[in-house]
Structure formats: C-alpha cells, structure tokens
C-alpha cells in the first residue's frame, strides 16, 4: 500500500494512517469505493461521479452519505497488462488512467507476453496546462527551484487555465526540505475546491514518508478552475524540482468502467476472512481484486489451489482461462497456526512445572 500511495502522489497518508485517495475519482473507481461521507456543512463539493443518497444525524453532527455511480465490482477482469517499466514511465498523474485501461504487472507470466501493452497504446486524455504566472505574497520567494518561507502564513498563488469537466491537480515534483522540521500546507482555489490541508514532514522527520512526488487534489469543476494558492504554515525552506497543474477530463471514466465491468466476480459471498464468486469469462483474463495484496491469502478456481499475482502496485489478481468459474479466496494470519502450537506447548510446561513444584512442597512438608 505504501508503494502505490508513493508511485501515485497521494498525499492522504502518513506512516501510520491511510485516509482514502486524496477523492480521485479514478483511484477510488479502481478501490472499489462506494460511498463518500462528509458532514453536511462542509463547504466542499462532494467528489465527481458521486450521488447523495440521505442525510444522517450522528453524535450531533449531519452527515451526507454520497454514492460513487462509477463504483467497481469487487472483482474486475483485464485483457490488457503493463509492465512495471512501461509504468514507470508515465508521469505520476497518468498512471490512474493507464491502470484503468491495462493492469499493471511486475513478474510477468507467459500469459501476459499475449496481451503485453506498450505505453503508446494507451488512451491517456489527462494533460498539463500552462501556469500563467506563480504570484508570492510577502514572506515567501519562489526562485524556480527553492521556495522560501520567512513569514507564517506567506502564500503563493499559481495563476492557469484548466480544462473543463476535469479534476485539477497541483503537482509538486522532487519536494525535498532537508531537516527534520514540519510544516502544514493549506490550499485554496476556485469554488468547487476541496478542503486540502497537508502537514509535510521534512527528509529527516521521524514520520517522514519518502515521497518525491505530490499530486494535490483541487477537486472536479465544470468549468476549468484558474488559480491555486498554497499557505504555508510556519517559515521553512524546501526544493522543488518542478511545479505543474495537470488537469484530469472525466468523460471517459464511465467508457473505461464498463470496460472493466464486461467480466466481473459476480454472486460474491463476504464472510469473515473468505471471499467466494462466479465468473465468466471468453477468453484468457486477469481477474483483480481490490483486495490489498498481503501474505496469509490463499486463491481456489474451481477448488484447484492457484498462485495469488501483486497487480496495480497494491491489489491481489488471479490468472483465468476462458470460461465459467467459481473463485475463492481465503485469509489466515501468517504465523497463526505454529504460534497456536507454541502457544499449548508453552501452556502444557507451565502447567507441568506447576504441579512439579507443588509435589516438591508436599514432598518437603
């Protein structure tokens, strides 16, 4: 998970917390997320492909539960695959479109040299726009590749002109402060902006994450949003190898899920560690399963036990011939089953060595 939230850009985690996809609506079409749920009096704009569904009252607070239209089955097939290089390749805002197309792989099977993609073979309608001009209030300069905080609060505001019907990102490449200080960045831009706020740790902070690269989420507008200004809160000093606004359309993102959805794990039972579905197939695909890839899973196709793939950086995928299938899929803590045996064993001595004592005091009385 920690790889994907790097390769990605994410900024909605820490070494000790994850906290959704920063409202991307391609990632959380490939995370199967189906609901949002801000509180009702966020100033916020609810993310794109979302509908509200009811208002509830909880702890004295409204919320707003909003369903994802675009939402993913648990399971969706792929006929397509990229390899971790081709990846790579990629800036960091047009892997989400890429992996909705093909499925990222890092080992590669002889199944997969078949339906191998090269990177000019994708659809990638995301783009970056041209910054006008880069405004620093007083307190803050901004020399190209340093940026220098002297005043709490100093901003910067980033002038462009973005597409419509997309979401806006602010892309920060090679951000580096070089110390174990940390500081919040709050971002502003046009109505329909998100609430962003982000406490970055610097290189050598405990919590530091080792991220370069960070795609801020403005949020999805209908008309192109224009402006982007960042408030730092407290003085500091940091790098940037490049600053860029990348505009992501969404009109191809309901294409690209029915696409997915063409064969997808249907009649899925969810019980406790276990996992079961139908699936048919017409020809050879990978099956993923936006399930995190861990240790201790273990995958049946029609009661045949079958190795489990790492796919898209952080999910689990199945290889399947063409044809009707039931898969299963089971979960067991690594470990589980010899810590159970160290453990009776353990308690079988204790018990031993207490009734040895007590036979050496009766002995001795």
């Given amino acids: 998970m920690i790889d994907f939230y790097r390769e990605m850009g994410l900024s909605s985690w820490s070494l000790v917390r994850v906290k959704g996809f920063d409202a991307r609506g391609f990632l959380d079409t490939l995370a199967c997320v189906k609901y949002q749920v801000p509180e009702s009096d966020s100033d916020s704009e609810i993310p794109y492909g979302y509908e509200k569904v009811k208002e509830v009252l909880r702890d004295d607070v409204y919320y707003t539960i909003c369903e994802n239209q675009n939402v993913l089955p648990?399971?969706?097939?792929?006929d397509k695959v990229l390899s971790w290089e081709n990846m790579e390749k990629l800036d960091t805002a047009q892997r989400q479109e890429a992996m909705l197309q093909a499925a990222v792989v890092e080992n590669e099977t002889a199944q997969d040299q078949n339906y191998m993609m090269d990177t000019s073979e994708l659809t990638i309608s995301g783009q970056k726009v041209p910054i006008q001009r880069i405004e620093c209030s007083d307190g803050v300069t901004f020399d190209g590749k340093?940026?220098?905080?002297?005043?709490?609060?100093?901003?910067?505001?980033i002038w462009f002109d973005g597409l419509d019907d997309s979401e806006t990102y602010i892309n920060l490449e090679s951000l580096s402060m070089k110390n174990a200080s940390k500081v919040w960045f709050y971002f502003d831009a046009d109505e329909?902006?998100?609430d962003i706020s982000y406490y970055y740790h610097g290189?050598?902070?405990t919590y530091a994450t080792g991220q370069e690269d960070y795609l801020f989420n403005l949020g999805y507008a209908e008309k192109g949003k224009t402006y982007c200004t960042i408030r730092f809160g407290k003085k500091c000093k940091m790098t940037v190898d490049d600053i860029s606004v990348y505009c992501q359309p969404m009109e191809k993102l309901t294409e690209y899920v029915q696409q997915r959805k063409a064969a997808s794990l249907e009649n899925v039972t969810e019980e406790m560690n276990s996992v079961s579905g139908t699936i048919d197939t017409e020809k050879d695909q990978l099956l993923v399963l936006s399930i995190p890839y861990q240790n201790g899973w273990s995958a049946?196709?029609?009661?045949?036990?079958?190795?489990?793939?790492?796919v898209n950086i952080m999910?689990?995928?199945?290889?399947?011939?063409?044809?009707?299938?039931t898969v299963e899929l089971h979960y067991e803590m690594p470990g589980i089953r010899i810590s159970i045996v160290i453990s009776v064993v353990s308690f079988g001595i204790f018990v031993a060595a207490l009734m040895i004592r007590r036979k050496k005091r009766h002995e001795e009385k």
Avoid at 315 to 325: N, V
Wanted: glycine share 12%; net charge positive; hydrophobic share 25%.
């Fill in 300 to 310: 049946y196709v029609d009661g045949e036990k079958v190795p489990i793939r790492k």
């Fill in 315 to 325: 999910y689990m995928g199945l290889d399947l011939k063409a044809g009707t299938h």
């Fill in 192 to 194: 329909g902006s998100y």
């Fill in 203 to 205: 290189d050598y902070n």
């Fill in 74 to 78: 648990l399971g969706y097939c792929y």
């Fill in 146 to 157: 340093e940026i220098q905080v002297k005043k709490k609060n100093a901003e910067m505001t």
